[in-house]
């Protein structure tokens, strides 16, 4: 399945609030992108980290989608699978948490 991307927000640097057309929403942290891709020196700078936007057709976000050759986007399907993993793990988490010692 193709995901498409609602909307996408900088919630806090280096992180992004991603948004899929069915509802689902979570963050999506480049963290460890920035820091080791040469591409994304530019991500480096906060303020041009929260010009992130989602491509007309919603198939994609990133930084300058309008500009071939120079755009940095991001596939929805990894991101889906890193935000659906994340929240998956946090319900494992809160659920073992909360067990009692009986069960």
């Keep these: 399945m193709r995901y498409r ?4 927000e900088a919630v806090r640097y280096p992180v992004l609030r ?3 057309d069915d509802g689902l929403s ?20 906060r303020a041009y980290f929260e010009t992130v ?3 007309p057709d919603g198939r994609t976000f990133g930084w300058n989608l ?3 050759g120079h755009e940095i986007d991001f596939c ?4 889906r699978i890193t935000i659906e993993t994340a929240l998956v793990e946090q319900l494992a ?5 909360n067990r009692s010692a009986a069960e």
């Excluded at 820091?35 to 994304?40: G, H, L, N």
């Excluded at 929805?76 to 991101?79: F, G, R, T, Y």
């Design 5 to 8: 991307i609602k909307d996408v």
């Design 18 to 20: 991603v948004t899929f």
């Design 26 to 45: 979570g963050e999506y942290d480049l963290t460890d992108w920035i820091e080791s891709a040469a591409a994304s020196s530019s991500l480096k700078d």
């Design 53 to 55: 936007a989602v491509a």
């Design 66 to 68: 309008h500009q071939a």
């Design 76 to 79: 929805p399907d990894e991101a």
């Design 93 to 97: 988490a809160n659920y073992a948490a």
